[in-house]
């Protein structure tokens, strides 16, 4: 803003005008310390005009104090509208510089995005495919262990990776839909309802006979066994993984 204007000028300008927020908040400072001087001012004439010890002409002394206080007035009438100029102007900057950070933003995330479509889908299905690989080739070796002609041969260790019990892999094209990774695993429900097509004898028998308590048995038996199998698995891997996490923290340690 030019300092050639006077300064009422410049509230004008200041007031009507787009302006920068540190140039009205100069201003505000100007004007607050112009309205105290002319307060000063006013007050002094007043004090002058009324003193009965002095001859005025009243004409002129009254044309002083009433230009003397308008001119106080008006100073203190602009500051609270200067300062309500500042909070618009201030925030009209703040709205400027935000869009001018979220369009860069912008940019960066489209950009990431098209990025990171273009890699993602091939490696997660090279990803999947892997991991469902080792999971096969890991029941192999369960079932290899478990026909060891000898307790003394150490078991092979398995290759599936310890983190993938905790690994959630999305369907990039089916939101919301089944997991690539981990394996659906059947219900409680679903795996009855199995055994119930595969053996429908073991759950229902032909009829009461003299040893139709065999049959219950015989079924009891077998899901217990099954149970008891699921579970040992399930402790096995848990020990093998345990023991093959134990030693990449061992080899990380040595590296």
Known sequence: MSKSLTLDQRIAVALSDDIKSDAVAALIEEVEAAAQAADENATRTREEALDPATVIDTAKVG?????????????????????????????????????????????????????????????????????????????????????RPDSSIPALGYITPFFAMDLKIPDPDNAGGPMLWPPHQPSLAQQMAREMMENPRLFNPPGPGPEWWKTIEERDRRALEENRKQIAEAEQRQREFEKQKAAEIEAAKGA
């Open 63 to 147: 044309a002083s104090l009433a230009t003397a206080e308008l001119t106080r007035d008006r100073l203190q009438a602009a500051l609270p509208r200067l300062q309500d100029q500042l909070k618009r102007v201030r925030q009209a900057e703040d709205v400027a510089a935000w869009r001018a950070d979220a369009e860069e933003l912008e940019r960066r995330r489209l950009g990431s995005g098209a990025e990171f479509r273009q890699f993602y889908p091939g490696m997660i299905e090279r990803i999947v495919n892997h991991l469902y690989d080792m999971r096969a080739l890991d029941k192999k070796i369960d079932h290899l262990n478990s026909r």
